[in-house]
């Protein structure tokens, strides 16, 4: 048997389960922060064709998640806030740099078989988690844009940006984090949380 170094464990059990997660989900979280199309954006280099295409391609992410999350049968027993789709967010900045209704649909949408397994509550909520985090760091990568998009310049950025809405979403999935986690549901919410990261991952890499 491998047993967990004595600290680690009593620091495991200090956290609470957003807390845990957090933890559990770091080293992926943080190769997002090197992945090739995400890194110009939190160093503040990017360009205009390549935040469109960075824009482009989460949006063939989002999408396609959004959808099946909706079509969860885990949906009906959410907060709305929870669920509230970030999908149209990206397509209206990408109108507002300058695309096309038709150049959107024409994007690459990841295929359901690439996309989380959402086969039970606590997977749906650590996908969900992933989604509602995203917005904490997003709005940091948001104010990176300045010199690209100018300051006190919000068009094309209110994906990154978040607002009011992200707020109540994050707050949402702190509540259903608390519930998940008391209802034994910890392991399948990492399950869920883990592979949302490296679907996202994968997703971005192939592009
Ligand atoms: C260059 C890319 C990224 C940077 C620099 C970044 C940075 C950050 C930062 C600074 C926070 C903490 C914010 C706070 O506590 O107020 C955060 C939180 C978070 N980010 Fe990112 N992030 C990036 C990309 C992503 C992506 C693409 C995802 C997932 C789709 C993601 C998921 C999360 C999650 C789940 C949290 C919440 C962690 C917690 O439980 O506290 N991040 N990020």
Same mark, same amino acid.
């Given at each position: ?44 280099? &990017? ?17 396609? !998640? ?15 806030? !929870? ?11 990408? &109108? ?41 760091? @997003? ?35 702190? @509540? ?32």
């Amino acid at each position: 048997m491998t047993m967990r170094p004595q600290s680690e464990t009593s620091r495991a059990a200090r956290l609470d389960g957003r807390g845990r997660l957090r933890e559990a989900t770091r080293a992926a979280h943080e190769r997002l922060h090197g992945q090739r199309l995400l890194a110009p954006l939190g160093d503040g280099s &990017i360009g205009l064709p390549a935040y469109r295409a960075l824009l482009g391609r989460l949006y063939g992410f989002h999408a396609p !998640l959004e959808g099946l999350v909706a079509a969860s049968p885990w949906a009906d027993r959410s907060d709305a806030a !929870l669920l509230a789709p970030r999908a149209p967010r990206l397509r209206k900045d990408l &109108i507002e740099l300058g695309a096309e209704a038709a150049d959107l649909e024409r994007l690459p949408m990841v295929a359901a078989s690439d996309l989380p397994d959402l086969g039970d509550y606590g997977r749906f909520v650590g996908c969900l988690y992933v989604r509602a985090g995203s917005t904490l760091g @997003a709005r940091l990568l948001s104010k990176a844009l300045d010199p690209l998009l100018g300051a006190g310049n919000s068009l094309g950025r209110g994906f990154l940006a978040g607002g009011d809405g992200a707020d109540l979403q994050w707050r949402a999935c702190c @509540a259903a984090i608390d519930g998940a986690t008391a209802a034994g549901d910890w392991d399948a919410m990492l399950s869920g949380a883990d592979e949302t990261f490296s679907a996202l991952e994968a997703w971005l890499d192939a592009a």
